[in-house]
């Protein structure tokens, strides 16, 4: 579990997500009581695995590690608090999703590879960053859906497993990219909330696993 969240950190840089050391990344240990989180302020290139922090939900108190955790750990642990279906949680400052968040619109299903996520993306209350009304505004607006856009800030995605979640983000950040470059011209077509699941369904089937008996 530490091994993925490692490797996802280092992914995370790779592909510039989030500039700096900004955004974070976690997993609900085996535990269910307790989580995995990045820590504060270090580059995610550089992070190896004694970097990492194991924080308990409820108290939010550091129960592994040396390192100081993410000041996002109010905003994972109430997530976590509230959906117990979530086990894994991308936080990112990625540019265009960013760029919806400070116009205070929701990034809409204009491509169908939203479908995973949802219908569309909805927007969080403003609230300073690293604070619990920040993490209550979020989980407000997230619902049951598996991402959140926070104003001003960036993105919130949230999954049964990391590499799901961070797919998640790479998805959200290129329909908002999609969308804001097509916004340059007009205003783009929405596909409606049955097309979208019917994408649903037909991605359950999707790839390898429709040629298998
Ligand atoms: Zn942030």
Redesign the pocket.
Known sequence: MRETLLAIAHQFSQDQL?PGT???LSVRDEDGRSFWITPSGIPFASLSLDDLVRVDVESTRVIDGTRAPST?VPLHSMTYQRRTDVHAIV???SLYATIFSTLNRPVKAVHYQLARVGDEVPLADYAT?GSKELANQATNALGNGGAVL?KN??LMTVAATLSEAYQYALDVEWVAKLYFMALQIGEPDVLTHDEMARVRRELDHYGQSSVTP
């Open positions: 989030s900004t955004g974070n996002e936080h990112a400052h960053y926070l800030h960036g």
